[in-house]
T-cell receptor, first 114, second 111 residues
Framework: DAGITQSPRHKVTETGTPVTLRCHQT?????MYWYRQDPGHGLRLIHY???????DKGEVSDGYSVSRSKTEDFLLTLESATSSQTSVYFC?????????????FGQGTRLTVV | EDQVTQSPEALRLQEGESSSLNCSYT??????LFWYRQDPGKGPEFLFT???AGEEKEKERLKATLTKKESFLHITAPKPEDSATYLC????????????FGKGTRLSVIA
């Protein structure tokens, strides 16, 4: 299994509070991604990183920010959580992008905003 | 318009009843097509990568094929343990872009 750890695995938070999810990898892969998965929508990209301090937006980035200060850690922050951000969040890593290399996924974080 | 469309959304099979899942894509150029399996409560698990039309990959009861516009995941004589959601993703040939995923096909194999 790829060395990816997401924390926490489950979280319940209140509307309007800030939340940070963490993704930690031990593979030294350059690319890291945050996806959310919702019924009827599949996996949708929130943000991704192509190096330390290098990030870019995905298709559903509104309301989310990210940071990557070290190769191994990629943080996803919900500045002020809303009920629409209740979802399962997956982190993925990839050695190269634009080439035929697969992405490996973490186990997910189930976030409930009440 | 979705770049990756998977069908059917859900499929229920009897054990031993072979079938196929479809993944069609509309990206302008394809560099790679990826199949993943996802079990409930877990992250997607990589199965195959296909690079060019005509290519086939096999793993146990699964065989993936690729044409210029779609890919099929054939499941031969499935068992209950094959029950999962199967995801398809594409890598565009132009640019340095993340994978784009379809919504998945939820497969149930009944003993």
């Amino acid at each position: 299994d790829a060395g990816i750890t997401q924390s926490p695995r489950h979280k319940v938070t209140e509307t309007g509070t800030p939340v940070t999810l963490r993704c930690h990898q031990t593979e030294n892969h350059r690319y890291m991604y945050w996806y959310r998965q919702d019924p009827g929508h599949g996996l949708r990209l929130i943000h991704y990183s192509y190096g330390v301090k290098d990030t870019d937006k995905g298709e559903v980035s509104d309301g989310y920010s990210v940071s990557r200060s070290k190769t191994e850690d990629f943080l996803l922050t919900l500045e002020s959580a809303t009920s629409s951000q209740t979802s399962v969040y997956f982190c993925a890593i990839r050695d190269r992008q634009g080439m035929n290399t697969e992405a490996f996924f973490g186990q997910g974080t189930r976030l409930t905003v009440v | 318009e979705d770049q990756v469309t998977q069908s059917p959304e859900a499929l229920r099979l009897q054990e031993g009843e072979s079938s196929s899942l479809n993944c069609s894509y509309t990206v302008s150029g394809l560099r790679g097509l990826f199949w993943y399996r996802q079990d409930p409560g877990k992250g997607p698990e990589f199965l195959f990568t296909l690079y060019s039309a005509g290519e086939e990959k096999e793993k146990e009861r699964l065989k993936a094929t690729l044409t210029k516009k779609e890919s099929f995941l054939h499941i031969t004589a499935p068992k209950p343990e094959d029950s999962a959601t199967y995801l398809c993703a594409v890598q565009e040939a132009t640019g340095n872009t993340p994978l784009v995923f379809g919504k998945g096909t939820r497969l149930s194999v009944i003993a």
